[in-house]
Nanobody, 119 residues
Framework: QVQLVESGGGLVQAGDSLRLSCAASGRSISSYFLGWFRQAPGKEREFVASIFWNGDMTHYADSEKGRFTISRDKAKNTMYLQMNSLKPEDTAVYYC????????????WGQGTQVTVSS
């Protein structure tokens, strides 16, 4: 099993930056994709970004390209999401998730961290 714990959420103003962290533990994630998702009130959960743990492959939702950067620190077994130029519409609960490279679905999820952007 893979355990994921997010941190770093909070209340910020529009235009501010925030960095979310996702600490992974349990089994090795060397052959996993890790991703960030978010869910705003009344909306479905949506994909934000993903990274292949053992490589440099990253993928972003079109709406976040240029503002958000996903990265990981292998030594700390931690993934990050640097969010810049935050907008009120970025307000959501942000989740990190993991899927094995041969799996089509993310089946390991963290508990989520709230990000609120005020205008």
């Amino acid at each position: 099993q893979v355990q994921l714990v997010e941190s770093g959420g909070g209340l910020v103003q529009a235009g501010d930056s925030l960095r979310l962290s996702c600490a992974a533990s349990g089994r090795s994630i060397s052959s996993y994709f890790l991703g960030w998702f978010r869910q705003a009130p009344g909306k479905e959960r949506e994909f934000v970004a993903s990274i292949f743990w053992n490589g440099d492959m990253t993928h972003y939702a079109d709406s976040e390209k240029g503002r958000f950067t996903i990265s990981r620190d292998k030594a700390k077994n931690t993934m990050y999401l640097q969010m810049n130029s935050l907008k009120p519409e970025d307000t959501a609960v942000y989740y990190c998730a993991a899927r094995a490279v041969l799996s089509s679905e993310y089946n390991h999820w963290g508990q989520g961290t709230q990000v609120t952007v005020s205008s």
